[in-house]
């Protein structure tokens, strides 16, 4: 995809943000790293919005691979009538690739990291992304879990550095949740918040903490779930339709479990009970044999359900 058209910048001040100092930021060119399932949609929806998009990547073929389905996704778009043919062009001459992260970054005013959820290949990104950004530049970082303060503490602007978690998908999710270190500035809240508004994203702003409110709350209710499951209080459909129907959530808490995989779940129970110092997330019986005979949900073809293809099937007692 070209890169170049024209450039528009976010301003942000002093509003929207406590203790925001009166100084403006400007962000015209979004840097993206990590051309996967997260970071091709967080490019798409900035482009989108008419900020300069550069993604890139350690592969040329990721990078291949995301700019096709950027534009079949932007194409989807306009013939369902919800991006005016004008936008996604547009979109599409704002955006560009590129393999060189140090060269990219250094035209950025925000960088939003996505690659692997591994914090010692993020914390060797930051320590990069500082080298070679500009110091006025806004680093955040996509991850789901891992300790923002420890990846701030890889840079010596933490003052610049955010969380910026995006949900799957990126075009179609409507949440944007901000997590903020004891380091993060105002100003760089007051950015981000803007940033998220420009991509029409509703935004939450939590402190740096295990499981951020998303993961933390997600898990709290999954595991209530389990426990009641195990003790037989219902069956596992209607601990579901009880969220569904009776709280308008879109999934029940078991088959979200099964679509997310069991063992990931595990690991964040366990990453979270470890991390909170609390038995709150310690996680039930149930969960562990589960995983310990390979039931892993979807994937696997059983968990809380069994499973043929999309179909979720009521397990036997
Ligand atoms: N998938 C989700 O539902 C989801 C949701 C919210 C947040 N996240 C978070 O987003 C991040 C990315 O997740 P994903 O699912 O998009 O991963 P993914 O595996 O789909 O993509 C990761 C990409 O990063 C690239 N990459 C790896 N190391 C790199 C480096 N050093 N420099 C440049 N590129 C590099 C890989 O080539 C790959 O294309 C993770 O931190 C994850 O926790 C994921």
């Given at each position: 995809m070209a890169g170049g058209g024209a450039r528009r910048r976010i301003r942000a001040g002093a509003t929207g943000a406590r203790n925001a100092k009166e100084a403006t930021l400007d962000i015209g060119t979004v840097v993206v790293v990590g051309a996967g399932t997260m970071g091709r949609g967080i490019a798409?929806?900035?482009?989108?919005?008419?900020l300069r998009t550069v993604l890139t990547d350690l592969s040329a073929e990721a990078l291949a691979?995301?700019?096709?389905?950027i534009a079949s996704s932007l194409e989807k778009g306009v013939e369902k009538g919800k991006t005016p043919r004008e936008a996604a062009e547009a979109a599409r001459s704002l955006l560009s690739t590129s393999t060189d992260l140090a060269a990219?970054?250094?035209?950025?005013d925000l960088v939003v990291e996505a690659v692997f959820e591994?914090?010692?290949l993020k914390e060797d990104l930051f320590r990069r992304l500082d080298a070679a950004a500009p110091p006025a530049a806004i680093l955040a970082s996509n991850t789901s879990s891992l300790p923002l303060t420890r990846i701030a503490a890889a840079t010596r602007r933490p003052g610049k550095v955010i969380g910026m978690h995006f949900f799957n998908p990126v075009p179609v999710m409507p949440l944007l949740e901000l997590v903020r270190t004891a380091e993060t500035s105002g100003e760089t809240l007051a950015a981000a918040l803007a940033v998220g508004k420009r991509l029409g994203k509703e935004t939450i702003v939590v402190r740096d903490s295990p499981g951020f409110a998303t993961s933390r709350l997600g898990l709290a209710i999954?595991?209530?779930a389990m426990r009641m499951y195990e003790e037989g209080v219902a069956?596992?459909?209607?601990?579901?339709?009880?969220?569904e129907l009776g709280y308008r959530h879109p999934m029940g808490p078991l088959r979200l479990t099964d679509l997310v995989g069991l063992d990931v779940r595990l690991a964040i129970a366990d990453h979270l009970a470890k991390e909170l110092g609390t038995?709150?997330?310690?996680?039930?019986?149930?969960?562990?044999?589960?995983v310990?005979?390979?039931?892993?949900?979807?994937?696997?073809?059983?968990g809380f359900y069994r499973w043929e293809g999309e179909q979720a099937l009521e397990k036997q007692p």
């Amino acid at each position: 995809m070209a890169g170049g058209g024209a450039r528009r910048r976010i301003r942000a001040g002093a509003t929207g943000a406590r203790n925001a100092k009166e100084a403006t930021l400007d962000i015209g060119t979004v840097v993206v790293v990590g051309a996967g399932t997260m970071g091709r949609g967080i490019a798409q929806v900035a482009a989108l919005a008419g900020l300069r998009t550069v993604l890139t990547d350690l592969s040329a073929e990721a990078l291949a691979k995301a700019s096709a389905s950027i534009a079949s996704s932007l194409e989807k778009g306009v013939e369902k009538g919800k991006t005016p043919r004008e936008a996604a062009e547009a979109a599409r001459s704002l955006l560009s690739t590129s393999t060189d992260l140090a060269a990219a970054a250094a035209a950025a005013d925000l960088v939003v990291e996505a690659v692997f959820e591994d914090l010692a290949l993020k914390e060797d990104l930051f320590r990069r992304l500082d080298a070679a950004a500009p110091p006025a530049a806004i680093l955040a970082s996509n991850t789901s879990s891992l300790p923002l303060t420890r990846i701030a503490a890889a840079t010596r602007r933490p003052g610049k550095v955010i969380g910026m978690h995006f949900f799957n998908p990126v075009p179609v999710m409507p949440l944007l949740e901000l997590v903020r270190t004891a380091e993060t500035s105002g100003e760089t809240l007051a950015a981000a918040l803007a940033v998220g508004k420009r991509l029409g994203k509703e935004t939450i702003v939590v402190r740096d903490s295990p499981g951020f409110a998303t993961s933390r709350l997600g898990l709290a209710i999954g595991l209530e779930a389990m426990r009641m499951y195990e003790e037989g209080v219902a069956s596992a459909r209607d601990i579901d339709r009880a969220m569904e129907l009776g709280y308008r959530h879109p999934m029940g808490p078991l088959r979200l479990t099964d679509l997310v995989g069991l063992d990931v779940r595990l690991a964040i129970a366990d990453h979270l009970a470890k991390e909170l110092g609390t038995d709150r997330f310690a996680p039930p019986g149930i969960l562990r044999r589960l995983v310990a005979k390979g039931k892993l949900g979807r994937k696997s073809g059983e968990g809380f359900y069994r499973w043929e293809g999309e179909q979720a099937l009521e397990k036997q007692p």
